[in-house]
């Protein structure tokens, strides 16, 4: 069956360049959540999405930070003028309610290097 | 703030032991607490969860534990197997809000 994918699975940008991450959740999933994950540390909240809504973006780090799920099911991840700072994995998850307990099921992840 | 504390050293256990890793949690206690496994290069996976009100939870060759006394959840892994080496993440999910809050993970090593 087909999981939460995410593209790209690597992404390489020379630092103030633009990079936009793609989310394809379960199909018919309501919740979408993104988190970056930095080496040896555990996945951190970034921005919540139930259907089209953005309901929660407190963990954006920056205004450089951008999401959108305009349609309600795949979302894009946008990060203006990069920074090394902004090197880490970008995962995505998706969740078939909106109840904060639903289990949530996680793609692959896209591993961003800002050079 | 809320923290959650996990072993931050790697664990090795010898096959067929049991697995014990913790999460501890500082300040309010969650309304649900999570393990999630993750291998190198995914993302994680879920695999139990326990409610505030549950003080044992139980899924085949896991347990898990809540205390919300001691602030603590222990996760179990019984008869272990090499294929059980991963990174164990803890996950604080509150009711009244939509972000959930992972520990840093534990990696765990079972050895042949």
């Known amino acids: 069956g087909a999981g939460v994918s995410q593209s790209p699975r690597y992404k390489v940008a020379k630092r103030g360049q633009d990079v936009a991450l793609r989310c394809d959740p379960i199909?018919?999933?309501?919740?979408l959540f993104w988190y970056q994950q930095a080496l040896g540390q555990g996945p951190e909240f970034l921005t919540y999405f139930q259907n089209e809504a953005q309901l929660d973006k407190s963990g954006l780090p920056s205004d450089r930070f951008f999401a959108e799920r305009p349609e309600g099911s795949v979302s894009t991840l946008k990060i203006q003028r990069t920074q090394q700072e902004d090197s880490a994995v970008y995962l995505c998850?998706?969740?078939?309610?909106?109840?904060?307990?639903?289990?949530?099921?996680f793609g692959p992840g896209t591993r961003l290097l800002v050079l | 703030s809320q923290k959650i504390e996990q072993n931050s050293e790697a664990l090795n256990i010898q096959e067929g032991k049991t697995a014990t890793l913790t999460c501890n949690y500082t300040n309010y206690s969650p309304a649900y607490l999570q393990w999630y496994r993750q291998d190198p290069g995914r993302g994680p996976v879920f695999l139990l969860l326990i409610r505030e009100n549950e003080k044992e939870k139980r899924k085949e060759r896991l347990k898990v534990t809540f205390d919300t006394t001691l602030k603590q959840s222990l996760f179990h892994i019984t008869a272990s197997q090499p294929a059980d080496s991963a990174t164990y993440l803890c996950a604080l999910l509150y009711s009244s809000a939509s972000k959930i809050i992972f520990g840093s993970g534990t990696r765990l090593s079972i050895r042949p």
């Open positions: 998850a998706s969740s078939a309610h909106f109840e904060s307990w639903e289990t949530q099921y």
């Open positions: 199909s018919g999933h309501v919740s």
